[in-house]
């Protein structure tokens, strides 16, 4: 009879094992899991933003980068504009036929931004 009141009672012990480890589970999903459940969806966002971000930034990368060049070619060929209007402007001025009037006309009109160099060369 002692050996199955022993047994009986080891049973019991288990038995409340069994609940603390029930209990133990039940408090580590309720407050640990729960809050790592919520620290996950917030990095999840932040990643989410922190990607558009980059991807903003990128385009806006792209975009400069394209403005550059943009800016670029038109130099380039402003500066060609200007070379050639200062040639045209240097033959004007060595030519004997001219008059200074007309070489200072010209000057002054080449000078003017409003108005492209191929008007002029065709004077």
Known sequence: YTFCRAFFTTLNE?????GQ?????????SQIITE???YLQELKTERKSHFHDGRKAQQYIESSWKQLESSKRRFERDCKEADRAQQYFEKM????????A??????????????????????
């Not at 288990?14 to 069994?18: G, S, V």
């Not at 001025?93 to 200074?100: E, F, G, P, S």
């Not at 070489?103 to 002029?120: G, M, R």
């Open 14 to 18: 288990l038995n409340d094992y069994a």
């Open 21 to 29: 480890h029930e209990v133990i589970a039940e408090n580590l999903t």
């Open 36 to 38: 790592l459940m919520r």
């Open 93 to 100: 001025d060595a030519d004997i036929n001219v008059t200074k």
């Open 102 to 123: 007309d070489v200072e006309k010209v000057c002054v009109t080449l000078a003017s931004p409003f108005f492209p160099l191929s008007t002029y060369i065709l004077l």
